[in-house]
Structures are given as structure tokens and as C-alpha cells.
């Protein structure tokens, strides 16, 4: 087997043609996949509500620019774990319908790294606003 004309082929069939049409097609898919998250999933839903409070709080206690940088890090990786989380739940259950004891390791493994950043996240949150408050 010719594996160089073999990688030419895979190479050549990959390429697509850069377009500002299939750029904005991108942004579409992805708005359409946070939008599905934040109507099928009460977590995420219960994480935008705690970044809106941890934003009005950093306006509020006036917050320093690497505090707010702190802040927005963490806030985005708990959404961005949500929503790894999210597909990462639909791919198990594409594949594996029925119960299964991966599955459920597959599934209760990517919700508990949600839960570790989002712990996190309210760690970040005590050090930066605790001290203000008190």
C-alpha cells in the first residue's frame, strides 16, 4: 500500500475552501449549540445565573483588573466544560442507547470535571469577594 499517496488523497479530500459564508455558517452552528445547552440543560442555566451575580458583584465591590480577569477565566471554563459536557452526553447516547457501564463512567466522569471547575470557579470567587465583603 502506498501510504504517501494514501496521505496526498486524505490531505486533498480535508482541504476546504476558506469563505466568509462558511466562517459565518461556524458562528450559527455554535450559537445553535449554546442555545440548545441553555434550554436542555438546568445547569447551565444555574451557571449563567452565578456569573451574572459574580459580574454585578465585580461592579459593585469594584473589583481589580486581574480580579475581573480571574473572574472571567473561570466563568468561561465552567460554560465551556457545560458545554463539552453537553455533547459529550449526546455522543454516548448516539452510540450507546441502552444502558451501559462505560456510558455511565463516560457521562458521570465529564459531569464531575464540571463540577471540580465550578467548585473552582466559587473558590475564585470567595478569595476575590470575601475580603471586600467582610
Not at 4 to 22: A, C, P
Request: charged letters at 20%; one cysteine or more.
Amino acid at each position: 500500500m502506498n501510504f504517501k499517496l494514501l496521505d496526498e488523497k486524505i490531505k486533498k479530500k480535508r482541504r476546504k475552501k476558506i469563505s466568509f459564508k462558511r466562517l459565518l455558517k461556524s458562528f450559527t452552528y455554535a450559537v445553535e449549540g449554546i442555545k440548545y445547552t441553555f434550554i436542555n440543560e438546568q445547569n447551565l442555566i444555574v451557571h449563567s445565573i452565578c456569573a451574572i451575580l459574580a459580574i454585578i458583584f465585580g461592579f459593585i465591590f469594584k473589583i481589580s483588573g486581574y480580579e475581573w480577569l480571574a473572574i472571567l477565566i473561570v466563568i468561561g471554563l465552567v460554560i465551556a466544560a457545560e458545554l463539552i459536557n453537553t455533547s459529550l452526553e449526546a455522543a454516548v447516547d448516539l452510540l450507546s442507547p441502552e444502558m451501559h457501564p462505560l456510558a455511565k463512567i463516560a457521562k458521570d466522569t465529564a459531569s464531575g470535571a464540571v463540577f471540580v471547575l465550578a467548585i473552582t470557579s466559587v473558590i475564585v470567587g470567595m478569595v476575590i469577594f470575601l475580603p471586600k465583603i467582610f
